[in-house]
């Protein structure tokens, strides 16, 4: 079996090869640009080609017959039962977080661009609440566990952490796990 061939250095380095490290090539003597000469017609365009430019007209057929065999190849998606996949209601991401859409894109713009996000970190229960709670095993989608054998000054202060610090951490973790399912789909 072929062992595939070292990477070519670029053109402006030569590789010594009983040492096999890079030394890069000196470089020639900067010269002024050529001046036009006023004499000499200038180069003929595509629109009205002369026998001097056969060189730019066949360049420019070519071209032209790449253009058409890779719009023969790849056709343009017109129709949403075939891309499915790829069609996403705006209503569906424009509440998600990292997500950043541009309106008015050019050509060579995005259009959408979406962040990678790392996932909140777990809050900790603090000790002045913990009693209140029967477990510290919870999730974004099951809160921890009220203790009724606690005081009702602990099960309020538990109910309290669990209605905010727990609720904001589950929703920014569900904001953040749908980003993360675009963000593997894009």
């Given amino acids: 079996m072929n062992e595939p061939s070292p990477p070519r250095p670029p053109a402006e380095q030569r590789v010594d090869p009983s040492v096999w ?14 001046r036009p000469n006023p004499e000499v017609p200038p180069p003929g365009n595509l629109n009205n080609p002369s026998a001097s430019d ?19 190849s ?3 998606q017109r129709s949403l039962e075939k891309s499915a996949a ?15 859409q ?10 959408l661009t979406v962040d990678f996000l790392d996932l909140p ?24 566990s009220l203790n009724t054998t606690a005081l009702p000054q602990e099960m309020r202060e538990a109910r309290a952490w669990i209605d905010t610090k727990w609720k904001e951490w589950s929703e920014r ?8 399912k675009l963000y593997q789909m894009t």
Avoid: C, M
């Avoid at 790829?86 to 950043?100: A, D, E, M, N």
């Fill in 121 to 144: 970190p777990k809050p900790k229960i603090p000790t002045t609440v913990r009693a209140g709670i029967l477990s510290a095993d919870f999730n974004e989608k099951t809160p921890p």
């Fill in 102 to 111: 541009h309106p008015d894109p050019s050509d060579d713009e995005l259009w």
């Fill in 21 to 34: 490290t890079v030394q890069p090539q000196a470089s020639p003597p900067a010269t002024p640009p050529p």
């Fill in 173 to 180: 973790t569900k904001q953040v796990e749908s980003t993360q």
């Fill in 54 to 72: 056969e060189n730019l007209t066949n360049t420019a057929a070519i071209l032209d017959y790449l253009r058409e065999s890779y719009s023969h």
């Fill in 86 to 100: 790829l069609y996403i209601p705006k209503s569906k991401i424009s509440h998600l977080v990292g997500v950043h």
């Fill in 74 to 76: 790849h056709p343009p």
